[in-house]
Each structure stands twice: as C-alpha cells, then as structure tokens.
C-alpha cells in the first residue's frame, strides 16, 4: 500500500497541468476603471479555462484593433461604430451583453446650474452658456463618441469652443483624475465615476435622460483575418457572456450599494434553462 501511495504521490505531483488557453479582447477604459473585469475574468477562467487579456483603449481604437486582426474579440459601448464593424466585416456580429448610463459629473457649488436642468442637453448648454471649465476625453472612444452627439444635439459647436473646453486625449480615470484637479464638469459612465477614488470636490449632478443610455456589446472578430484568430474561443466566451451566471455576477456587482450594470443580453434556451 505504501508503495502505491508513493506511485501515485510522484504521477501527480509530476503529471502536466492542464493549461488555460489564451485569448486577446479589447476592452473599453471605462469598463476597465469600473472593477468589473476583476470580477468576471477568474470566474471566465474557472469555468471556461479562457484566459481572457484585456487590451485596455478606447472604442475608436479597439475597433481598429479588431479590424487590423490583433484581438480575438471586443468589448465596447459604441452601437453606430460597432454596426459599421460588422457590416464592413471585421467583426462576424453584435451582440449586447449589459447597459449602465452617462452622467454629468461636476462641481458640488454647480455654477452652470446643471442640478436643475431637464434634459442633457440644456446641461450642455448651461455649460456651454457659463463656459464652466468641461474636461473631454477627446480619444475617440464610447464616451467621447458620445459626449460629442450630445453637444450637436444641444446645438454647440464645441471644435470652436474657448479656453473652457480641454480635451485631455486621455481615457475615463485620467481625464476624471484632470476634472477633479480642474474642478470641472465631464461626462462619464455610471460604472467608472462610481470607482473613482480622487472625487475631489466633484459630484453626480445630473442623469436620468434617455438619451444617456449606454450599452456595452461583444463582437467576435471575423476569423478571416487570419488563423492566429481564436474565434472558437471568443463563441465560448460569448456563450459564457450571456448566460445566468455571467447575469449573476453582474447584476450582483456593486460599488458603495449601488449596482454599475445591468445585464441585457438575450439567453439561449440552454442558458435559461440553467437558470
């Protein structure tokens, strides 16, 4: 019996691991700075044995990443860019996994009366009308994409706008880190301004617009580019994505009691049957 023990002791101890496979997704600044990552990718690796690399940049640049062949999949909150992804064939399809909302953070004393406007747009405009210092993430990315829709639909043009407008070129905790410092307004995610550490003298002074839904979907990235491409990986990691447990943890994930995202995917009859 002793022998055995020690047959059995040394076949393990020299056995070869069963190795996680490796895939490349490129991820959004402001999903990155809202922690969630942290929470998902050991649970994706536990039950997949997918080891998710996250390639942090902005949703212009993830998109151009995904169309040069240099990730297996993407992560983003841009939903006219991501179509235009897919329809140019870069990416096989679209599929949205969670939503939060864009809020105007800025100076608790609010000198542009932001608190007490109706709609983002005249937020904008008070902004705008007391060239209150506005920091923008000028990058390129979802926020960025979407702070500048939100200035043309308020009317202004901000490529002609004074001293009061700083684009920083940077993504959500850099320039969030530059309006605390500023004691300026900005548009960020729930998620990100929710996780932000340096708050300063900043607050939540307005959300609630429609218009200010954001949501975050997943796009494979078309195995066409070539065979280093992991689309096998990327349709499991989109199986997981959308499934009850994925539901699970990001409904459950919370900063100070208050929840950052909501899962909106479409299940497939297996996933809802796991439920």
Sequence with gaps: MRIMSTVLAVALATATPVLAEDMKMAVTTSFHNSGLADVLLPEIKADTGIDVQLLVVGTGQALKLGAAGDVDAILVHARAAEEKSVAEGHATHRREIMYNDFVVIGPSDDPAGTADSETAAAALQGIAGAQAPFVSRGDDSGTHKKELSLWAAAGIDVANAGDWY??????????????????????????????????????????????????????????????????????????????????????????????????????????????
């Design 166 to 275: 700083r684009a920083v070129g940077a993504g959500m905790g850099a320039a969030l880190n530059t309006a605390s410092g500023m004691n300026a307004y900005i548009l960020s995610d729930r998620a990100s301004w929710l996780n932000f550490g340096n708050k300063g003298d900043l607050g939540l002074l307005f959300a609630g617009d429609p218009v200010l839904f954001n949501q975050y979907a997943f796009l494979p990235v078309n195995p066409d580019k070539g065979d280093h491409i992991r689309n096998d990986l990327a349709m499991q990691l989109e199986e997981w994505l959308t499934s009850a447990r994925a539901a699970e943890l990001i409904n459950g994930y919370q900063v100070a009691g208050e929840q950052l995202f909501t899962f909106n995917a479409q299940m497939t009859d297996t996933a809802k049957a796991a439920e």
